[in-house]
């Protein structure tokens, strides 16, 4: 993953930050050939500012309503 607008250097001595940043960057722009672990996504949901179309479509693969 490339990214022209941010200095990785120093987003990286937060790792948090980081994680958060990267996990964004991967949903929102694509992932390429990589894959996002599905409990990272669970811990830092509500961290996350995604697109509202990709974060409902995401919601409903992470916790799907059972209908009876």
């Known amino acids: 993953m490339n990214?022209?607008?941010v200095d990785i250097k120093e987003l990286k001595k937060d790792k948090?930050?980081?994680?958060?940043?990267?996990l964004e960057q991967l949903v929102n722009f694509g992932l390429g050939r990589e894959k996002i672990k599905e409990n990272?996504?669970?811990?830092n949901w509500?961290?996350?500012h995604?697109?509202?179309?990709k974060k409902k479509f995401l919601s409903f693969l992470l916790w799907p309503r059972k209908k009876f």
């Open 40 to 43: 990272d996504l669970r811990v």
């Open 16 to 22: 948090k930050q980081y994680a958060i940043w990267r």
């Open 3 to 5: 990214n022209w607008s």
């Open 50 to 53: 995604l697109d509202p179309k």
């Open 46 to 48: 509500h961290k996350l």
